[in-house]
């Protein structure tokens, strides 16, 4: 027979619960009865009923989930100890597409600039600013500030930025010479070949400055074509 420390009364070694790893022993009785009331409490750890009294011990027991499945606790507070044990060690976060949570192991969301959605519609977005994140092949790589995506747009229309102030540009029709349509920029420059051709407002000086750029842009095109 066994004599609890906790209630002093007798029971067959069968009903012995052993905490780990300190090794202390109780009736199976107590340790439920305070393990669901630790439960009850939302705390997490459990601690053993006698460490938790400040007795000596190097190793410092607490009721893991092992201990607390041969307990015969209800279900929904079996449900509250998980997800205790895994908010120790895990973030909840919620999906910004299809809003259902999940757990990510701690250590790997803080190393991680992405967080993608496991629960089947594999959304993903930026950690730092929250923005969907275009994972299909070929896709630009995320920047928070939009540059690359930027970047990678203009690649792919072809578009061309002004030679003078960056300003992106795109050519709708018409001939290569292209006005930047920043303000205060006055820029003229050449969309085939992106080079700037004059800063200025004045007509005369634009008109001389084009006819000379096309008549050498387009020896250098017809180069090019040979």
Known sequence: ??????????????????????????????????????????????????????????????????????LGISERQYAIFVEMQMAAFSLKVRCRKCENEFFVDKAEYEAADTVRCPLGCNFTWCKACSQAIDTEPGA????????????????????????????????????????????????HFCYHCGEQIIRSTTQEDISNALGAHYARCALWIEGQDA
């Open 140 to 187: 630009a790589a995320h920047s928070c500030d939009g540059e690359n995506e930027l970047k990678h747009l203009m690649g792919e229309k072809g578009w061309k930025n002004c030679p003078g102030c960056s300003t992106p540009s795109e050519k709708i029709s018409g001939c290569n010479h292209m006005t930047c349509p920043a303000p205060g920029c006055n820029v």
């Open 1 to 70: 027979m066994f004599e609890c420390g906790v209630c002093f009364d007798e029971t067959s070694e069968e009903e012995v619960a052993i905490v780990e790893p300190c090794g202390h022993q109780f009736c199976r009785e107590c340790v439920k009865s305070h393990a669901v009331s630790k439960i009850d409490e939302h705390r997490y750890p459990i601690p053993c009923p006698t460490c938790m009294t400040g007795a000596a011990q190097e190793d410092t027991g607490v009721i893991n989930d092992a201990l607390i499945q041969q």
